[in-house]
């Protein structure tokens, strides 16, 4: 079965620095999203994007957040300047259809320590 | 405002026992859709399933079954005979139909502990 891939499964980074997470959703999925799940809370929506633009955002994504698809495979998450807030384990999804809300299917995350 | 409470924050049985997982939503839309996410303990999220908010039948899949009653605003999950591989955390989540990028808003999680 297809799936949502995301790299590195750990990322340890110093505060301040910039950090791209990456992903490669499911191949005919139109729909990308980010999440991110602070340690053992409520999973948090962060952006979702469609058609090479930004779809929706959450107020968590400030301006030091951006996505990007830079090529027809992979999509990225990078935090310009993290904090130590931003440690958290952050979840790419994709989905197949533009209506009826398709499920989203998750990757297995990638667990971001900022020290 | 969209919202989805799952006040059993825990809930811990013993193996063989059957369980149902509390879900309660708050939308304003006449059209959304609901979902339940299964997170073991090896952290991935997995879709179980969703529900569109026209389609009150309730769904059962193997030992899993769904009760949506839109009376209540309730999504409920129960399991039936209940194994070890069953723990985990699980969350209900529920998406607007109204809203442009299909945000899925998420409750708090049942961590779900089966003991042997």
């Known amino acids: 079965e297809p799936e949502v891939t995301q790299t590195p499964s750990h990322q340890v980074t110093q505060m301040g620095q910039e950090v791209i997470l990456r992903c490669v959703p499911i191949?005919?999925?139109?729909?990308f999203y980010w999440y991110r799940q602070i340690l053992g809370q409520k999973v948090e929506f962060l952006v979702s994007?469609?058609?090479?633009?930004?779809?929706?955002k959450s107020e968590i994504f400030d301006d030091q957040f951006s996505v990007e698809r830079p090529d027809g495979s992979n999509f990225t998450l990078k935090i310009r300047s993290t904090k130590l807030e931003d440690s958290a384990m952050y979840f790419c999804?994709?989905?197949?259809?533009?209506?009826?809300?398709?499920?989203?299917?998750f990757g297995d995350g990638t667990r971001l320590s900022i020290l | 405002a969209q919202k989805v409470t799952q006040a059993q924050t825990e809930i811990s049985v013993v193996e063989k026992e059957d369980v149902t997982l509390d879900c309660v939503y708050e939308?304003?839309?006449?059209?959304?859709?609901l979902f339940w996410y299964k997170q073991p303990p090896s952290g991935e999220l997995v879709f179980l399933i969703r529900r569109n908010s026209f389609d009150e039948q309730n769904e059962i899949s193997g030992r899993y079954s769904w009760n949506f009653q839109k009376s209540t605003s309730s999504f409920n999950f129960t399991i039936t005979a209940s194994q070890v591989v069953d723990s985990a955390v699980y969350f209900c989540a529920l998406s607007e139909d109204n809203n442009a990028g299909n945000m899925l808003t998420f409750g708090g999680g049942t961590r779900l502990m089966v003991k042997p």
């Open positions: 939308t304003r839309d006449t059209t959304y859709y």
């Open positions: 999804a994709s989905s197949e259809d533009l209506g009826n809300n398709q499920p989203q299917h």
């Open positions: 994007f469609y058609n090479n633009e930004i779809s929706e």
């Open positions: 191949s005919n999925h139109l729909y």
